[in-house]
């Protein structure tokens, strides 16, 4: 067989398998697996029940508090200016 019949044969093999890899890509005839169900903390499904008392945010003590002093406590510039210089 001539070389060119060679190169030819095997030009046509390359375009044949793109084809068929590009059908079966476009068609989806190879699907993928569905995910697996997430996993289950059985710990956690304790927290379903849990309860929240709000009732002592409306006690006559809590809506008594007040704040003393400037907030932030600290006012002003704080901090370095170059964290990363040694001292």
Excluded: C, H, Q, W
């Excluded at 044969?9 to 068609?27: K, S």
């Amino acid at each position: 067989m001539a070389r060119s019949a060679k190169i030819n044969i095997f030009g046509i093999l390359i375009v044949f398998l793109g084809l068929i890899a590009g059908i079966i890509y476009y068609f989806g005839l190879i699907k993928p697996e569905p995910p697996a169900a997430p996993k289950t903390y059985t710990d956690l499904l304790k927290f379903r029940t849990v309860k929240f008392n709000f009732s002592a945010l409306g006690n006559e003590s809590f809506e008594n508090l007040k704040t003393f002093g400037n907030i932030p406590v600290r006012p002003g510039v704080t901090g370095r200016e170059d964290i990363f210089v040694s001292f």
